[in-house]
């Protein structure tokens, strides 16, 4: 931690500028007139009062002398934590309900406070493992929280992922934990905003959310980062009008329209452009993973996508044996694949080669093959959040996590790629885009 923790004070500015305080975000004045940026609680993942107790116990028995004040109690004040733990307040709902009050005042007395020139820039880091919305991405935590943003006055004009969390993190290792936080900007909501119905929304978010997904795909978004990533831009839609309303009249609510924004981003994701063999590919995966289904079915979608059931085996990416076929798992691919000779390449291959090659020979390894690929590679990237977010909703979390790690380790992957000579044959010329 030293290692680390010296790097950045070599760049804190030499004045004692900075000062500590205490005061329950409900009702504090520390922001009046200030330039805001906060990380508050994320719903219900840690409780930090209670981990406190751990240090403070001990703190308390040596500190208590010089600090009389701050260790007047015999434990760290509970009550006033804003922390939805069914524990403390009696049941989930109770809990849900007395997060939602409490961060709406906070949210309130920022909104009020903060200087009005600047967005007030809030973190926000929370994924939630059981999912409870009907599209199976929209959950309490985040519903929640934006509710209670916006219902404060704030409009969300943006998110932006930010590598905070370390991926060594008790809480991160071993599974899809977040690998960034979200940094969400919100500006007061304009008092001029006219009201949406569903249909104008719907159509905003479908001519906006491609360009933001472009975007945060040019930035290497890991793929576990991705669906919470456009929420803000999907925010930024619903948040620029005062309601929007459905056919009824009744009010679009924050998780009805994250529910909107998932689908839109999906179909978003579906829009890349892929070739015969690897559309089948995807479909089949979407139903059977990499389990065994039948030929007949195979057959019969291979005729939709235009392809057959002989050209996947031919390109290297099914099995077909005795009436039942299977895709192939990255490992089970071929280990002396060369994609300069692969007459049949497929950007399901190269992403599925790309992880075989990476699981078992580094990011070295999968250089190799990247340099091979040339500019196609870029493709195989792309699919991995296509796919990842397919496993993900399948809760298929070991192939995610293959597909989340590709990405990852694309900056390093296409860094070493760039200091091995190209081959002089290029593959770009055979490949069928299509
Ligand atoms: C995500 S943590 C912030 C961690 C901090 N950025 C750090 O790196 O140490 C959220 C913090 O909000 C505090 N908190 C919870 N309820 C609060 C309230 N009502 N008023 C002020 N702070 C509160 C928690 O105790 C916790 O320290």
């Known amino acids: 931690m030293v290692d680390w923790t010296w790097k950045a004070l070599a760049t804190v500015p030499a004045c004692a500028g900075g000062i500590a305080g205490q005061s329950d975000a409900q009702n504090q004045s520390v922001s009046s007139g200030k330039l805001v940026s906060t990380d508050p609680p994320y719903y219900d993942n840690i409780g930090y009062a209670d981990l406190s107790d751990f240090f403070y116990v001990w703190l308390r028995r040596a500190l208590k002398p010089v600090f009389p004040d701050l260790f007047a109690t015999l434990a760290v004040p509970k ?138 795909q040019a930035g290497n978004i890991a793929p576990v980062d991705l669906a919470q990533a456009a929420i803000g831009p999907g925010m930024a839609v619903y948040t620029r009008y005062a309601r929007v309303l459905d056919a009824e009249g009744k009010p679009i609510t924050v998780r009805a329209a994250l529910a909107l924004i998932n689908q839109t981003l999906d179909e978003a994701l579906a829009e890349q452009e892929v070739d015969a063999d690897s559309r089948w590919a995807l479909t089949w995966f979407e139903q059977t993973g990499f389990a065994e289904g039948d030929y007949g079915v195979a057959e019969q979608l291979s005729k939709s996508k235009n392809t057959a059931v002989a050209g996947l085996v031919e390109a290297g990416i099914l099995v077909s044996k005795a009436g039942k076929v299977r895709l192939l798992k990255p490992a089970e691919l071929p280990a002396d694949w060369d994609p300069t000779t692969d007459t049949r390449l497929t950007v399901w291959e190269m992403v599925h080669h790309l992880i075989r090659v990476l699981e078992a020979g580094g990011e070295g390894a999968a250089a190799a093959i990247v340099t091979k690929l040339g500019s196609r590679a870029e493709t195989a990237r792309e699919l991995c959040y296509r796919l990842y977010t397919l496993c993900e909703r399948k809760k298929r979390a070991n192939e995610a996590m293959a597909y989340n790690g590709l990405v990852q380790s694309w900056p390093e992957i296409t860094r070493l790629a760039r200091e091995t000579p190209t081959p002089t044959k290029r593959t770009d010329d055979m490949f069928d885009s299509e």
């Open 79 to 216: 009550a006033e934590e804003l922390v939805a733990t069914p524990y403390r307040h009696g049941s989930k709902e109770k809990a849900e309900t007395f997060f939602l009050d409490g961060m709406t005042q906070a949210m309130h007395r920022l909104a009020e406070q903060a200087h009005p020139a600047f967005p007030v820039t809030i973190y926000y880091a929370f994924k939630q493992a059981e999912s409870d919305g009907a599209d199976g991405t929209t959950n309490t935590g985040w519903d929640t929280f934006l509710a209670a943003v916006i219902e404060a006055g704030f409009a969300i004009s943006g998110t932006w992922p930010m590598r905070t969390e370390l991926s060594n993190r008790m809480i991160g290792s071993g599974t899809n934990a977040l690998a960034s936080s979200i940094v969400l900007v919100c500006r007061q909501r304009s008092t001029t905003a006219h009201t949406a119905t569903r249909r104008e929304f719907v159509a905003a978010l479908k001519a906006e959310l491609p360009k933001a997904l472009a975007h945060l």
